[in-house]
């Protein structure tokens, strides 16, 4: 524990570090805590998983004291992250107890109005956050330190105009700590517009290159799912996150994977709070293996032990790609990386090995199952090895499926 305390960590926390049995800090907590201690702005570039929550966590612990108003507030672009910041937040804060409260949207806005009203530290999508600054049931005026995370996806998902407006709510005198998982051009100039004189980290992604291994198959549309249930029924895998562009892929692909008696669950916005809350869960404790998921719904969650990343869809920008794979090979664990390509995903694929530096090994594709799928929750779901007539009306109805995705 001597490492973390040079980094200017008090008693309470490193005793609540060393009860989560970290060993040493992660490049990122390295670089970043000790300008965070001494109440420096900081911009840094961290992947997800690469411990930047405790980067910022011990310097709003141990620089807030309960009962004085809202002293912290992190921004986060998705209800996930919101939860998952606010509980490694309170688990580190366990000898220092702070009143941390997590706002986000999908929720009553009731029980987080009588909670703001004991609040020492806060954790909140921009719209919730800014839906109680209108309603007046929010009070910034205390705020030292304001932590911007992710936020490169805050751009992504248009929530930047929002952040802003909660940026200029907040006292002019105050630390901002922003994180991102790419520094791009606009990054760089929210973080010119607000922060003063910051100290700029860059700290390496926690995969190692040689751990993870990224391979392609091509597979006619018709095929894709019949493949992705072959690789999941023969290979032994931990932790599965299956990707896909839109949230009728997720749904497609969840419905389908259990009746084909694989535990699969899915998540992606159009879900209730409550539902996300629970197929987080279930996947965080190993009872359901296999997470069907958008891009928008996994940012920022760092889930251990994730072994397989299968890529359904290629993503549309090329930087998601890196995002994606990024969730395996880490801390010393093999990972592999599965990329299913049919002809509409060529044009993607070409674009990530263009403009990211990735080696994706060919794989021959086998020869699989055709698996029949269905459409709605009524509708009947069989499988086997089709004579021709039988393949044919097999690949119709497949087919029928790469139509839905693409809309």
């Not at 409550?274 to 197929?279: A, E």
């Not at 698996?371 to 089709?386: A, C, D, I, L, M």
């Amino acid at each position: 524990m001597e490492h973390f305390r040079k980094l200017g960590i008090s008693e309470p926390i490193v005793k609540a570090i060393e009860e989560s049995r970290f060993v040493k800090p992660s490049m990122i907590q390295e670089k970043t805590i000790p300008f965070v201690m001494e109440g420096k702005d900081v911009i840094a570039g961290s992947a997800t998983g690469s411990g930047k929550t405790l980067a910022f966590g011990a310097g709003i612990i141990q620089n807030s004291e309960r009962g004085r108003g809202i002293q912290a507030l992190v921004l986060t672009p998705t209800r996930e992250l919101a939860e998952q910041v606010a509980k490694t937040i309170k688990k580190f804060s366990k000898y220092k107890p702070l009143d941390i409260t997590a706002i986000y949207g999908g929720v009553s806005i009731n029980p987080q109005i009588s909670e703001l009203r004991s609040s020492d530290v806060v954790v909140g999508t921009p719209g919730r956050i800014l839906d109680h600054l209108e309603r007046r049931t929010i009070n910034l005026g205390k705020v030292k330190i304001l932590v911007i995370d992710e936020a490169d996806r805050m751009f992504d998902m248009g929530f930047i105009d929002d952040v802003e407006k909660i940026i200029r709510r907040c006292p002019e005198q105050r630390q901002t700590l922003l994180f991102s998982a790419t520094i791009t051009p606009e990054v760089s100039r929210l973080s010119k517009r607000y922060m003063k004189n910051p100290v700029e980290i860059s700290a390496e992604q926690q995969v190692d290159p040689k751990k993870l291994t990224q391979v392609y198959y091509n597979v006619q549309d018709n095929l894709k799912f019949s493949l992705l249930v072959h690789l999941l029924e023969h290979e032994k895998a931990g932790l599965v996150m299956v990707f896909c562009n839109t949230r009728r892929t997720v749904d497609f692909v969840a419905r389908n994977l259990k009746s084909a008696r694989i535990e699969a669950m899915a998540i992606h916005g159009g879900l209730p709070q409550g539902k996300r809350n629970t197929v987080m869960s279930q996947f965080h404790s190993g009872k359901v293996y296999v997470l069907i998921c958008t891009d928008v719904a996994a940012r920022g969650l760092d889930i251990p032990g994730v072994s397989h990343i299968y890529n359904y869809d290629i993503p549309r920008e090329s930087k998601q790609y890196i995002h994606r794979i990024g969730r395996t090979a880490r801390a010393g664990k093999e990972g592999i990386a599965i990329n299913l390509l049919s002809p509409r995903d060529f044009d993607n694929f070409d674009r990530v090995l263009r403009e990211n530096r990735v080696e994706v090994k060919k794989e021959i594709t086998p020869n699989i199952e055709q698996v029949q799928v269905k459409w709605n929750e009524t509708s009947k779901f069989s499988r086997g090895k089709f004579g021709r007539g039988d393949e044919r009306r097999g690949d119709r109805r497949e087919s029928r499926g790469s139509r839905f995705r693409r809309n």
